[in-house]
Nanobody, 126 residues
Framework: QLQLVESGGGLVQAGGALNISCAAS????????MGWFRQAPGKEREFVAA????????YYQDSLKGRNFISRDNAKKTAFLQMNSQKPGDSAVYYC???????????????????WGQGNQVTVSS
């Protein structure tokens, strides 16, 4: 089993930046495509960003492109999401998810991921 633990969330003022991390354990980290999803109260979970196993391909939700940056450090078995110019609408629980790179399926779809963390609350104050 792959275990994922997010950290780094919290409260940030509008216009500020926040970095969240996802530490993996249990299986070879570079076997997995890593993704970040978020879910606000009363809304469906939505795709934020994803990165392929080697880190040389990234994917973003169009409306968030340019403000969010995903990266990974395979040696440290950690994925990162840097979020800049935060808005109150970015407030949500952010989930780190992992998708086996050998499986087909869209990186944009949460159902294609087999593992996820416990979630990390991000609150952006106005």
């Amino acid at each position: 089993q792959l275990q994922l633990v997010e950290s780094g969330g919290g409260l940030v003022q509008a216009g500020g930046a926040l970095n969240i991390s996802c530490a993996a354990s249990g299986r070879p980290f570079d076997t997995y495509i890593m993704g970040w999803f978020r879910q606000a109260p009363g809304k469906e979970r939505e795709f934020v960003a994803a990165i392929n196993w080697s880190g040389d391909a990234t994917y973003y939700q169009d409306s968030l492109k340019g403000r969010n940056f995903i990266s990974r450090d395979n040696a440290k078995k950690t994925a990162f999401l840097q979020m800049n110019s935060q808005k109150p609408g970015d407030s949500a629980v952010y989930y780190c998810e992992a998708k086996n790179r050998c499986y087909r399926g869209s990186v944009y779809t949460g159902a294609e991921y087999g593992y996820w963390g416990q979630g990390n609350q991000v609150t952006v104050s106005s």
